[in-house]
């Protein structure tokens, strides 16, 4: 089993860029999640999905935007990067409800 | 929505102590809880979790205990190892909720 896979792990971005961040997982979850990673802020949610085709925002979803079309992948969408979105993006994955996520390992993302 | 908050932003230990992380939840109607250990470069990763029927739950070297009445989880760490060296985190769940986390604590061990 692979996990919950995160690519790329490094990318740095020009302000007004856009990029996806790729999740995948192998576990057959329910649920996928995105957090972002800022110094003495602990993880926040940006976006949740709690199968194929349903998502809904969490604490901090400006500028970002999802999809779920498997069960498998779940994206995350910069539309237009700016530099308060330079951070490190944790996708985590379980069943649902929610009884402990399995996390990837990360995309630290710099946008300058 | 509801904040999980800590007691202790850093905690330095001596190898072979025990260590304690607190960690205070406001919301009543939590019903479960889960400690994760954060290492330099990587994701989180799940030690233990307890449901709000239950006081206290132990795994390998580590023990968390739940106080509703005053709203308080504590992880306990015990004979604590350098590779105890991470940041730890509390998270609470409301319900069918995503899980809220906390800031963190930055545990150091000190050989």
């Known amino acids: 089993n692979a996990g919950v896979t995160q690519t790329p792990k490094f990318q740095v971005l020009k302000t007004g860029q856009s990029m996806t961040l790729q999740c995948a997982q192998d576990?057959?979850?329910?649920?996928m999640s995105w957090y972002r990673q800022d110094p003495g802020m602990g993880l926040r949610l940006i976006h949740y999905?709690?199968?194929?085709?349903?998502?809904d925002q969490g604490e901090v979803p400006n500028g970002y935007n999802v999809s779920r079309s498997t069960t498998e992948d779940f994206p995350l969408r910069l539309l237009s990067a700016a530099p308060s979105q330079t951070s490190v993006y944790f996708c985590?994955?379980?069943?649902?409800?929610?009884?402990?996520?399995?996390f990837g390992s990360g995309t630290r993302l710099t946008v300058v | 929505g509801e904040s999980v908050g800590l007691h202790l932003p850093t905690l330095s230990v001596q190898e072979g102590d025990n260590s304690i992380i607190n960690c205070a939840y406001s919301?009543?109607?939590?019903?479960?809880f889960i400690w994760y250990k954060q290492e330099s470069g990587k994701g989180p990763q799940f030690i233990i979790d307890?449901?709000?029927?239950?006081d206290k739950r132990q795994g390998q070297r580590v023990t968390v205990l739940l106080n509703k009445t005053v709203k308080h989880l504590s992880l306990q760490i015990a004979a604590t190892q350098p590779g105890d060296s991470a940041v730890y985190f509390c998270?609470?769940?409301?319900?069918?909720?995503?899980?809220?986390f906390g800031k963190g604590t930055r545990l150091s061990v000190i050989a």
């Open positions: 576990m057959n979850h329910e649920y």
């Open positions: 919301n009543s109607a939590s019903d479960y």
């Open positions: 985590a994955s379980s069943y649902w409800p929610p009884y402990g996520y399995t």
């Open positions: 998270a609470e769940r409301i319900g069918n909720t995503p899980l809220v």
């Open positions: 999905s709690v199968g194929a085709g349903i998502t």
């Open positions: 307890i449901r709000s029927n239950m």
